[in-house]
């Protein structure tokens, strides 16, 4: 007689059929919104964000990045050499 299959043997099996669902369904967003004006990288859709131009925001589950915003008038950048238009001091985080 078969024994019954824990729940670590049915997540054992149906885990990989999840993520490549999911990824699949990742993959279609990204076929779905890249035609449009889409904006890409970290400067680009800050600015967009803060002109009020994102109507789908798309991000990685994991974001490793410095962002930078003005004192003077809260405008926050990535990188830099955009901080750099900042007049006044910038703060990191």
Same mark, same amino acid.
């Given at each position: 007689?078969?024994? /019954? ?35 890409? %990288? ?7 964000? /803060? ?22 008038? %809260?405008?926050?950048? %990535?990188?830099?050499?955009?901080? /750099? ?9």
């Amino acid at each position: 007689m078969p024994s /019954q299959p824990t729940a670590k043997d049915i997540l054992d099996r149906v885990l990989p059929v999840l993520e490549r669902a999911e990824r699949r369904g990742e993959l279609e967003l990204l076929d779905r919104i890249a035609p449009r004006h889409s904006v890409w %990288g970290l400067d680009p859709v800050l600015d967009a964000l /803060q002109l009020g131009r994102v109507e789908v925001l798309v991000l990685p589950w994991t974001l490793e990045a410095r962002i930078r915003r003005c004192e003077n008038n %809260g405008a926050v950048a %990535g990188s830099l050499e955009m901080a /750099q238009r900042c007049t006044g001091r910038t703060l990191e985080r």
